[in-house]
T-cell receptor, first 111, second 115 residues
Framework: SQKIEQNSEALNIQEGKTATLTCNYT??????LQWYRQDPGRGPVFLLL?????KEKRKERLKVTFDTTLKQSLFHITASQPADSATYLC??????????FGQGTTLQVKP | DAGVIQSPRHEVTEMGQEVTLRCKPI?????LFWYRQTMMRGLELLIY????????DSGMPEDRFSAKMPNASFSTLKIQPSEPRDSAVYFC?????????????FGPGTRLTVT
């Protein structure tokens, strides 16, 4: 069956460290993958998109990798700050024009 | 730009009542999506429209749910009759969809509680 899996347990890290979140998928061949941030009581906000022919994408302190062989995307936040605390969702398009979202990983950055 | 606008922000209703959720997408966006989010099932796509035409409604749970997009600036999601298991946060999102890679812009959501 098709699945998108993100770490279900919350990730707790110290301020200044690098946070790494994982998104694994099975039985999909997505052309691209997106990452969103969601704060409590709010809708998801788009962060980054990476295409299947891209290995890595960066935006300020954010970095995303996409390994189509491993069927995995990693999302990194360097020099993390308490303001980065949120739930992060990965989403992929299985070539249908619509996004399928993972359950999300909650990140808590402690000062 | 005001972003995607949803109303109401909160809705509490009794089982059996009709519920209508409303969405105004970002001007110029030609795709609109309705999602439902629960702790158990996460964020699920219910239906999406492209140029006001429903493209995929395979995520609509059952006949009690219906969605319309009469014009480019307005969409509704209706539940009739509502049931307690419909309690969730419903999000509307829009995108330019000029190519398949455009990101989606989400509204603030409507928190629905059916008692």
């Amino acid at each position: 069956s098709q699945k998108i899996e993100q770490n279900s347990e919350a990730l707790n890290i110290q301020e200044g460290k690098t946070a790494t979140l994982t998104c694994n998928y099975t039985n999909y061949s997505p052309a691209y993958l997106q990452w969103y941030r969601q704060d409590p009581g709010r809708g998801p906000v788009f962060l980054l998109l990476i295409r299947e022919n891209e290995k890595e994408k960066r935006k300020e302190r954010l970095k995303v990798t996409f390994d189509t062989t491993l069927k995995q995307s990693l999302f990194h936040i360097t020099a993390s700050q308490p303001a980065d605390s949120a739930t992060y969702l990965c989403a992929l398009d299985p070539a249908t024009g619509k996004l399928i979202f993972g359950q999300g990983t909650t990140l808590q950055v402690k000062p | 730009d005001a972003g995607v606008i949803q109303s109401p922000r909160h809705e509490v209703t009794e089982m059996g009542q009709e519920v209508t959720l409303r969405c105004k997408p970002i001007s110029g966006h030609n795709s609109l999506f309705w999602y439902r989010q629960t702790m158990m099932r996460g964020l699920e796509l219910l239906i999406y429209f492209n140029n006001n035409v429903p493209i995929d409604d395979s995520g609509m749970p059952e006949d009690r749910f219906s969605a319309k997009m009469p014009n480019a600036s307005f969409s509704t999601l209706k539940i009739q009759p509502s049931e307690p298991r419909d309690s969730a946060v419903y999000f509307c999102a829009s995108s330019r969809q000029n190519d398949r890679y455009d990101e989606q812009y989400f509204g603030p959501g409507t928190r629905l509680t059916v008692t």
